[in-house]
């Protein structure tokens, strides 16, 4: 069973989603020497530009760079370019680019969790994921796990992770839709 038929069955639908071929064998693709731009642009598509929603958490923000996470930044005039080094130095290298050369497919989605809901608890997931101490580190314990470890199942259970601990959260109920349209874009374009 795929990671939409799990999420399918976890959000108890009668039908199984089978549109992402969630059997592929991620592992013999090469590394996309350009995932950080793939990754990026992925997420500039899921965060959209300024807003400033009163219900999100992370109150204001431009291209998904929130106000909360960095008080000192002008986000109604962040630029693109801005937004690309914040992204690069403080998500990519602390997430996606540990894990890029064993799976850039499973580095795409560390990058957007860590986007998403910090870096620790994207690393944190890993390591749940692949049952070894979860201190949002990824040291030798973590990677030497992941080189044994079936990437499509780590994929299938991380995203299940994520879906899990969005369902926790006082604000499921208001963006539970776009969470999960978030989830099934994010595991369609890493199976491209």
Excluded at 56 to 78: C, F, Q, R, V, W
């Amino acid at each position: 069973m795929g990671f939409l038929d799990k999420l399918a069955k976890y959000l108890k639908k009668d039908t199984a989603v089978s549109e992402v071929p969630c059997s592929v064998e991620v592992q013999k693709k090469p590394i996309d020497s350009n995932i950080f731009d793939r990754g990026l642009e992925f997420v500039l598509a899921s965060e959209g530009g300024y807003v400033n929603d009163a219900y999100d958490p992370g109150g204001e923000t431009k291209y998904g760079i929130s106000k909360k996470a960095y008080p000192h930044l002008d986000i109604a005039n962040l630029t693109l370019d801005d937004a690309r080094t914040i992204y690069y130095r403080d998500y990519w290298l602390s997430s996606g680019e540990k894990v890029a050369s064993i799976s850039p497919q499973l580095a795409m989605i560390l990058f957007d969790t860590a986007v998403n809901m910090g870096s620790g608890t994207a690393m944190r997931f890993l390591q749940r994921t692949l049952h070894v101490k979860e201190d949002g580190v990824f040291g030798p314990a973590t990677k030497a796990a992941l080189e044994m470890a079936d990437i499509n199942s780590v994929i299938d259970w991380y995203m299940t992770n994520r879906v899990i601990r969005y369902s926790d959260l006082d604000t499921w109920s208001r963006y539970r839709r776009g969470w999960i349209k978030r989830v099934i874009a994010l595991v369609r374009e890493v199976y491209k």
